[in-house]
């Protein structure tokens, strides 16, 4: 048999076992999780927000339906958004607005050779409803990269903004004309007013950038679609006194941004940095700068990251470049009277990854550190520490080999879907078998399932069948020896209210697959995430390695935190937590 055509069976055989997850929802084929370090008690609250895309070697693998999802812990699904948001959807979070809880994804096109997006943002409320879609203003294109929420009024966005210039100063020919001018905008979501606007060519001239203008790695300008992205922004924050932080990933520099003059108040690495770096300070071509906090008499301001140390494209397109062994996320304290910058805390990967593009770093109420790895498609929680008390790829198997995720977080999150659940009625030779879901809900502990008797008058009555637990994304109840012609069910909350009722599933004869030679009885996802159908995920089989071969200098779970100490986090900075 060709190497071709055995590469096309594997790659079935990986399509087919993300079928199969759910009998309720047969349309359903999310990514499994493949949790290496499953959770110990210290991990803090709140469900897994993480939207996961196909990326490249040799061939595309990723998830079947690349989108936004929320996922427990432990992987069982919780939302599926991958009808929610069409094309390509990435940069899915939580947040607030206007007092209320919201969720919200960039959606648009994706030019993976580059890493931008071109499209806008789409805000759903708690019923996962459409509440606002969001554009830049100016006559611009939203960028993936950025949407921010301010004092739950704004957003901060990022734009990559093409134009013509004349290049020659920086090494191009005259035909090298395109630059990429990088622009963060400030918008009220409520009414799309442009609030503040503030360019790249305008304050930073490209003899900063740490890649030059060529073809294989930051664009070789020739054309728009090609043009030279020489600063190339991916982040943007405010702070209390309304200035930004600008993090620039070709420029390997963080940015502060006067909020009135738009002028430079300090640079943060890069070629002109205002600070001398001390030691784990040093990072390049990052992503996700935020404040944390700043000290009484303003000279201290702490600042969070993630430093990849790598620069390549999400497509494999052109060439890598390796400024360190491995990614990390970083805490960071700057001194502005020594202009001096220090490690506060540095969070290693367990598996030593080197993510060449996305990432981001997420400091917890509890003080624990989410550390999403871009491009090498993992997530891990540390504690303050250091010590990596979760991690978990985005899929498994074959299709867990190149997926990605640009950001990932955790949140609380009470979901109240308006769609109705899903049930379904199902026989084989031991008896029924009823099957429900629902889509996005949080609230529901148990199902109460009823068969549906109908008599000569048309006339319906129910017979109560029995409660089963949920314990995960669908939930079902076996009755045994009993062939029930029509099913429903009710959702139970956890303190005794019903909180919605399903249509009537009439009995169908269950169809098994291929490699399931008994009938599953019931439990709600008796598959291990960490199963691989086609012999074992390269992944998957580090898991040993993962868990004894830790490179972290601070993996001893009795290390003092440096973090600790300086945490100046307060729970309202995550007002939508509880």
């Known amino acids: 048999m060709k190497p071709s055509t055995i590469s096309s069976l594997v790659a079935l055989v990986n399509l087919v076992s993300a079928d199969w997850q759910f009998k309720s929802r047969s ?26 895309f196909a990326g490249y070697q040799g061939q595309w693998h990723g998830p079947r339906q690349p989108g936004p999802y929320i996922f427990r812990d432990d992987g069982e699904l919780v939302w ?105 905008q400030e918008l009220d979501i409520e009414t ?12 930073v001239l490209p003899d900063e950038t740490i890649l030059p203008i060529n073809p294989d790695q930051a664009g070789s300008g020739y054309n728009s679609s090609d043009a030279w992205d020489y600063f190339h922004i991916n982040s943007v924050d405010k702070d209390s006194e309304g200035n930004y932080l600008i993090s620039a990933r070709d420029a390997c520099a963080v940015h502060k941004i006067n909020g009135t003059t738009g002028g430079i108040i300090w640079r943060l690495g890069g070629t002109k940095s205002d600070f001398t770096l001390g030691p784990e300070v040093q990072f390049c071509f990052q992503h996700h700068a935020r404040y944390v906090s700043k000290s009484d008499d303003g000279t201290e301001e702490t600042i969070s990251l993630y430093d990849n140390s790598a620069h390549g494209t999400e497509s494999d397109h052109g060439h890598e470049v390796h400024t360190a062994p491995t990614s990390s996320g970083k805490i960071i304290k700057i001194n502005t009277a020594t202009k001096k910058a220090t490690i506060v805390q540095a969070f290693y990967p367990p598996d030593n990854l080197l993510s060449k593009s996305q990432g981001s770093t ?98 319906s009555s129910r017979e109560y069948l029995g409660d089963a637990t949920r314990t995960g994304f669908e939930t079902s109840l076996h009755i045994k020896d009993r062939f029930i012609t029509a099913i429903n069910a ?26 399931t030679s008994s009938h599953d009885n019931g439990n709600d996802r008796a598959k291990s995430q960490l199963s691989d159908p086609v012999g074992g995920s390269r992944r998957g089989e580090k898991q040993e ?29 995550f007002p939508w937590r509880t």
């Open 27 to 52: 349309d359903l084929a999310p990514p499994r999780l493949n949790i290496i370090i499953p959770t110990t008690q210290d991990v803090e609250k709140g469900y897994l927000f993480l939207a996961p």
């Open 192 to 203: 799309g007013e442009l609030i503040f606007e503030w360019a790249s060519l305008d304050h």
């Open 80 to 184: 599926s958004g991958y009808s929610y948001y069409s094309v390509w959807a990435t940069n899915f979070q939580a947040a607030r607005w206007r007092g209320d809880n919201v969720l919200f994804s960039f959606e648009g096109d994706h030019n993976a050779a580059y890493g931008h997006g071109h499209g806008h943002t789409t805000i759903l409320d708690q019923h996962y409803e459409t509440v606002r879609e969001l554009r830049a203003g100016n006559h611009k294109i939203t960028d993936k990269h950025e949407f921010h929420v301010i004092n739950e009024k704004t957003a901060l966005i990022q734009i990559y903004q093409p134009v013509p210039r004349d290049l020659t100063t920086w090494g191009a020919s005259p035909e090298q004309q395109w630059i990429v001018d990088a622009i963060i």
């Open 490 to 515: 009710e959702a139970i909350s956890a303190d005794g209210r019903v909180l919605v009722t399903t249509e009537i599933a009439k009995l169908e004869a269950e169809v098994l697959p291929p490699s």
């Open 362 to 459: 997420q400091l917890l109420p509890n003080g624990n550190v989410l550390v999403n790895w871009g491009s090498s498609g993992a997530i891990t929680e540390f504690l303050s520490n250091g010590t990596p008390i979760f991690h978990a790829y985005m899929d498994s198997g074959l299709l867990g080999e190149g997926v990605q995720n640009y950001r990932g977080f955790r949140y609380n999150w009470t979901g109240l879907p308006s769609e109705t659940p899903s049930i379904v009625s199902l026989s084989n030779t031991q008896g029924t078998t009823a099957y429900v879901s629902w889509n996005g809900d949080t609230e529901t502990a148990a199902w109460r399932f009823f068969a549906v008797h109908t008599n000569g008058n048309n006339k």
């Open 545 to 573: 390695y993962f868990q004894t071969t830790l490179k972290n200098p601070a993996q001893d779970g009795n290390a003092k935190s440096n973090w600790a100490e300086t945490m100046f986090l307060k729970v309202n900075r």
